[in-house]
């Protein structure tokens, strides 16, 4: 099993939806999650990060954590053609002594076409 | 302010030479990492920096591969004996320390295109 799974999509929406992209991670002690959004040959930009259980909000962008069922998912609300892109899940574990590894560990990311 | 650079931004070799990759991180970021992009998958890690230092190598595949951050600021990965199999892009990131908080946020460099002919 990976350590990051999400669906490689793609995932297609009209404009103006919602568009839901989900991501599950094997490891329990993870600590940190974030959203990175990578265009086509370009590097990846951070969306959002998320650190407790719980939704966070940051204008047009919901992410959702649940440790409980190490689910985390990012929510797009009124989508755009622009937002057209490759979406990349990461996790940042913490060792057995309670400190953070530096290394992120991606999913494989969603590729997210919105058609107007 | 200036982000993380990385040079060059496309490197063409041939098999069994050796390659240099430069990255320079945003000023001041104490953690620098490196990855490594496959079409069609999420960057895998390879090494990070904490100052000078490799605080994490356990991503690089095999004793080729070796990275140094002599000063704490720029680092150079290095690549010898190279295969068609290093093809990739190579990306670079910093961030203002790696202690787990939220300013250890990583920021990504424009990556480097390797190509292994």
């Known amino acids: 099993q990976k350590e990051v799974e999400q669906n490689s999509g793609p995932l297609s929406v009209p404009e103006g939806a919602i568009a839901s992209l989900n991501c599950t991670y094997s490891d329990r002690v993870s600590q940190s999650f974030f959203w990175y959004r990578q265009y086509s040959g370009k590097s990846p930009e951070l969306i959002m990060s998320?650190?407790?259980?719980g939704d966070k909000e940051d204008g047009r962008f919901t992410a959702q954590l649940n440790k409980a069922s190490q689910y985390v998912s990012l929510l797009i609300r009124d989508s755009q053609p622009s937002d057209s892109a490759t979406y990349l899940c990461?996790?940042?574990?913490?060792?057995?002594?309670?400190?953070?590894?530096?290394?992120?560990?991606f999913g494989q990311g969603t590729i997210l076409t919105v058609h107007p | 302010g200036a982000g993380v650079s990385q040079t060059p931004s496309n490197k063409v070799t041939e098999k069994g030479k050796y390659v240099e990759l430069r990255c320079d991180p945003i000023?001041?970021?104490?953690?620098l990492y490196w990855y490594r992009q496959s079409l069609g998958q999420g960057p895998e890690f390879l090494i990070y920096?904490?100052?000078?230092?490799?605080?994490?190598d356990s991503g690089l595949p095999n004793d080729r591969f070796f990275a140094v951050r002599p000063e704490g600021s720029v680092s150079t990965l290095k690549i010898q004996r190279t295969e068609r199999g290093d093809s990739a892009v190579y990306l670079c990131a910093s961030s203002l320390t790696a202690s787990g908080l939220a300013t250890d946020t990583q920021y990504f460099g424009p990556g480097t295109r390797l190509t292994v002919l």
């Open positions: 920096f904490q100052g000078t230092g490799a605080a994490d």
């Open positions: 998320i650190y407790s259980n």
């Open positions: 000023s001041g970021h104490t953690a």
């Open positions: 990461a996790v940042r574990l913490i060792n057995a002594g309670g400190t953070s590894y530096g290394k992120l560990t």
